[in-house]
């Protein structure tokens, strides 16, 4: 397809950068330990939610200052993804992905051997720009390691890091900081990122970029219908659902009426159910990134709404936290599936923008929230969610629908 092209079909497109030259089992390997640096950074972004009151004692700070660790990595990731893709320019895409991989090392051992707050904050830093650089590259480069056939199955994978630092890399965390204090949590998180970064030393091939991506190679993505519908669809979606999930243990607390235990447990279900839903998502994506986009929306919007009307109990929470982690999983596939079908001549460009897109739908989605739970409540929030999920999938279905289709096999 041209770089003219201002729509594409109703499939995931080739991206530009052609896929490179590897043996089956080392290029599934080499996005493996794509796929596990996700996870470490994921595990590593959200460490701070569950040890956040033993830092701030650690570190002589109060709680809400301490806050300031999950904020600042997420603001300077919005800018980051767009700047690093520029900064980036005809780099090898391996040698971005290695820089990416030793700055999260960096960042984990600052913060395990942090002596003040302040340095705690530089080693946050690094990690937002991690975050920011990561999501940009790593999906074409997944794509890049593997045949056209094979690249929605490795998108999955590699987007997958995101449930799994969720259900098994947080709860771990938060458990040996309670056990060996929270500076351990974030020295096992490095000592993961250092055996990430020598596998991909060892199995990263050359990974040329086709272009360097300059300055007004960004706003390509607001001039291409597609790619400027797919990110309407994204900041509606993700807002809503963040409008509702900032919320999502009190609404199991209050409304259906579940122990503190219970609902821990049911975090867990929520965070494997959005493991699952990556995968669901990728064979969806496979087929048409358009239907994944609505399957997605619909699914999440209807999780939502019923939270507000199925009653209480544990049965009635289960069924809700398992569609919505399964919704929500399917999010990062379907979302990264259009950007690539949208723009297959400027992958990393499309994905700078999804990054930024997701983090003002985040700070939006929270604050929308939260103005609805001080005004009526709980349930307020969720419906406002499901509002703004369903306006993601009506933008969806009547601006995504590309004039030719045309199916690519499944996974």
């Known amino acids: ?8 079909d109703d499939s995931v497109a080739t991206p530009a950068l052609a896929p490179a030259a590897a043996a089956p089992r080392s290029a599934w390997l080499a996005v493996g330990s794509i796929a596990v640096g996700t996870f470490v950074m994921v595990t590593t972004e959200f460490l701070p939610v569950g040890l956040l009151t033993d830092i701030a004692r650690g570190l002589n700070v ?7 660790m999950v904020t600042m ?18 780099l090898d895409r391996r040698t971005v992905v290695l820089a990416l991989t030793a ?7 600052l913060a395990a051997f942090a002596p003040s707050f302040s340095t705690m904050l530089v080693a946050r830093l690094l990690l937002g720009l991690c975050v920011g650089g990561f999501w940009s590259f790593a999906p074409a480069v997944g794509t890049q390691l593997v045949p056209p056939a094979d690249q929605p199955r490795a998108m999955s994978m590699i987007l997958a890091g995101i449930s799994v630092g969720t259900v098994l890399g947080v709860p771990a965390g938060a458990l040996l900081g309670s056990i060996a204090g929270w500076r351990s949590a974030f020295a096992a998180s490095a000592l993961l990122t250092a055996v990430v970064l020598a596998v991909q030393l060892w199995l990263l091939p ?48 209050q409304i259906f009426g579940l122990s503190p235990a219970l609902v821990t447990a049911l975090l867990l279900v929520y965070g494997a159910a959005g493991f699952v839903g990556n995968f669901i998502g990728g064979r969806i994506v496979a087929r048409s990134p358009l239907t994944a986009v609505m399957a ?8 939502l709404a019923v939270s507000t009307l199925i009653g209480a109990g544990v049965a009635a929470g289960a069924v809700v936290v398992l569609a919505w982690g399964v919704a929500f999983g399917m999010v990062p596939v379907s979302a990264t599936g259009w950007m690539l079908k949208a723009l297959p001549e400027a992958p990393e460009a499309g994905q700078a923008m999804l990054v930024t897109a997701f983090q003002v739908a985040i700070a939006s989605g929270a604050l929308l929230g939260g103005l609805a739970v001080d005004g009526r409540g709980i349930a307020s929030a969720m419906l406002l969610g499901s509002v703004l999920v369903l306006a993601a999938a009506a933008v969806a279905a009547v601006l995504g629908r590309a004039p030719r289709a045309a199916a690519l096999s499944a996974p």
Request: charged content about 10%.
């Open 103 to 109: 700055l999260l090392l960096v960042s984990n051992l």
């Open 206 to 253: 050359a990974l040329p970029a086709l272009r360097a991506i300059r300055p007004r190679d960004l706003l390509t993505p607001l001039t291409r219908r597609l790619a400027a519908v797919g990110l309407a669809a994204v900041v509606l979606m993700v807002a809503g659902h963040f409008a509702a999930y900032t919320y999502l243990k009190p609404l199991l607390q």
């Open 1 to 8: 397809m041209s770089p003219s092209c201002t729509t594409c």
């Open 296 to 303: 997605t929306a619909l699914l999440l919007a209807a999780s």
């Open 62 to 68: 109060s709680d809400g200052t301490a806050g300031l």
């Open 73 to 90: 990595p997420g603001v300077l990731a919005a800018f980051a993804a767009p700047a690093l893709t520029v900064a980036a320019g005809r």
